[in-house]
T-cell receptor
Framework: NAGVTQTPKFQVLKTGQSMTLQCAQD?????MYWYRQDPGMGLRLIYY???????DKGEVPNGYNVSRLNKREFSLRLESAAPSQTSVYFC??????????????FGPGTRLTVL | AQSVTQLGSHVSVSEGALVLLRCNYS??????LFWYVQYPNQGLQLLLK??????LVKGINGFEAEFKKSETSFHLTKPSAHMSDAAEYFC???????????FGTGTSLTVIP
């Protein structure tokens, strides 16, 4: 059981470039999440997917898009990267989601720098 | 929207001393509450959670937290700090009305030998 995996681990982009962060989980969880972590601000939710086929905005969705490709995979896309998107990005999954008080399981993170 | 407030972005304790990390929540309905720990360059892992069973919750590595509705608090404690406890700790909340989790800004724990 790999749990939640994320690729890449590190990435450097120039302003205006695009990229997709990949996330996969092998726990058969229904809900998946994308967070960004910035110093002094904790984790802020970007998008989440309560179940396969659905996605919803979180606290800071601007500049991002997501795709729930199937039950296992949830990708995050930056269409035109900006320096303000320099951050550490975490993917997480849970079986039943926040409504049921379920535990979230986190990936190791992607460290993104936008120059 | 729900929120959690963690008092003290940095806490230092001596090895063997009591660890107390504070978390207060705002919720209009009985919440679910979590403490997560993050070691350097790693993802978050669950320490413990409150889901409306016992108000005193025991977690991994000797940590525990007490849910106090009257104080809207869920403080994390450990009787005796160990060097390996040095990490970032996050309090989080979710409630029965939504799918989202809300995290506090984190408390960095330093353990002094």
């Amino acid at each position: 059981n790999a749990g939640v995996t994320q690729t890449p681990k590190f990435q450097v982009l120039k302003t205006g470039q695009s990229m997709t962060l990949q996330c996969a989980q092998d726990m058969n969880h229904n809900s998946m999440y994308w967070y960004r972590q910035d110093p002094g601000m904790g984790l802020r939710l970007i998008y989440y997917s309560a179940s396969e086929g659905t996605t919803d905005k979180g606290e800071v969705p601007n500049g991002y898009n997501v795709s729930r490709l199937n039950k296992r995979e949830f990708s995050l896309r930056l269409e035109s990267a900006a320096p303000s998107q320099t951050s550490v990005y975490f993917c997480a999954s849970s079986d039943l989601g926040g409504r049921a008080g379920d535990t979230q399981y986190f990936g190791p993170g992607t460290r993104l720098t936008v120059l | 929207a729900q929120s959690v407030t963690q008092l003290g972005s940095h806490v230092s304790v001596s090895e063997g001393a009591l660890v107390l990390l504070r978390c207060n929540y705002s919720s209009s309905v009985p919440p679910y509450l979590f403490w997560y720990v993050q070691y350097p360059n790693q993802g978050l892992q669950l320490l413990l959670k409150y889901t409306s069973a016992a108000t005193l919750v025991k977690g991994i590595n000797g940590f525990e937290a007490e849910f106090k509705k009257s104080e809207t608090s869920f403080h994390l404690t450990k009787p005796s700090a160990h060097m390996s406890d040095a990490a970032e700790y996050f309090c989080a909340v979710s409630d029965r009305t939504g799918n989202q989790f809300y995290f506090g800004t984190g408390t960095s724990l330093t353990v002094i030998p």
